[in-house]
T-cell receptor, first 117, second 110 residues
Framework: GAVVSQHPSRVICKSGTSVKIECRSLDFQATTMFWYRQFPKQSLMLMATSNEGSKATYEQGVEKDKFLINHASLTLSTLTVTSAHPEDSSFYIC?????????????FGPGTRLTVL | GQSLEQPSEVTAVEGAIVQINCTYQTSGFYGLSWYQQHDGGAPTFLSYNALDGLEETGRFSSFLSRSDSYGYLLLQELQMKDSASYFCAVVMDSSYKLIFGSGTRLLVRP
């Protein structure tokens, strides 16, 4: 099946630093990837849609200058949390689609738990 | 804005049947998906309904009524491993963009 990986799985950083999270589709090419954040016991909130070779589309209320997304290839998208602060601590999850599936299934990565001290 | 409502928690016993409802109000709609997520894990796809009616996949079935903006996930022969959070999600458009519901925590008791 389609596998999506994320790296790192867990990161702890100091306030004011930047953190990069990678999302890779391992066995398929993903023209579209999505980034979500999830607070404990809450739902997944879509942050942005990432298309290979073009600028990401951010959801309302998501600061594009704070959450930089790059989708440089068909198998890799990165999310950089710039100047992270404690309120950015969350579970960040990416997903990817095959692009042609009738059921529009999204394949999710295992997530990255970010803790900002 | 977008709105998907689900019950916050459901408890059932092993072997029983449970139904998790979802009502939605969204600016776009291609179909309704259901995902399962165990604590600390990634969401995994369960089912998708684009048309009205019932879709069955093993112990899980999903129903959609587009005219009522309503769907449900039916879990039969519950097992302890089914204890997890279940999310309905609207596929908004051809970009496969998903908007997730608030999630339902299912606890299966022996």
């Amino acid at each position: 099946g389609a596998v999506v990986s994320q790296h790192p799985s867990r990161v702890i950083c100091k306030s004011g630093t930047s953190v990069k999270i990678e999302c890779r589709s391992l066995d398929f090419q993903a023209t579209t990837m999505f980034w979500y954040r999830q607070f404990p016991k809450q739902s997944l909130m879509l942050m942005a849609t990432s298309n290979e070779g073009s600028k990401a589309t951010y959801e309302q209320g998501v600061e594009k200058d704070k959450f930089l997304i790059n989708h440089a290839s068909l198998t890799l998208s990165t999310l950089t949390v710039t100047s992270a602060h404690p309120e950015d601590s969350s579970f960040y999850i990416c997903s990817a689609t095959l692009g042609v599936a009738w059921d529009n299934e999204q394949f999710f990565g295992p997530g990255t738990r970010l803790t900002v001290l | 804005g977008q709105s998907l409502e689900q019950p916050s928690e459901v408890t059932a016993v092993e072997g029983a049947i449970v139904q998790i409802n979802c009502t939605y109000q969204t600016s776009g709609f291609y179909g309704l998906s259901w995902y399962q997520q165990h604590d600390g894990g990634a969401p995994t796809f369960l089912s998708y309904n684009a048309l009205d009616g019932l879709e069955e996949t093993g112990r899980f079935s999903s129903f959609l009524s587009r005219s009522d903006s309503y769907g449900y996930l039916l879990l039969q022969e519950l097992q302890m491993k089914d204890s997890a959070s279940y999310f309905c999600a609207v596929v908004m458009d051809s970009s496969y963009k998903l908007i997730f519901g608030s999630g339902t925590r299912l606890l299966v008791r022996p």
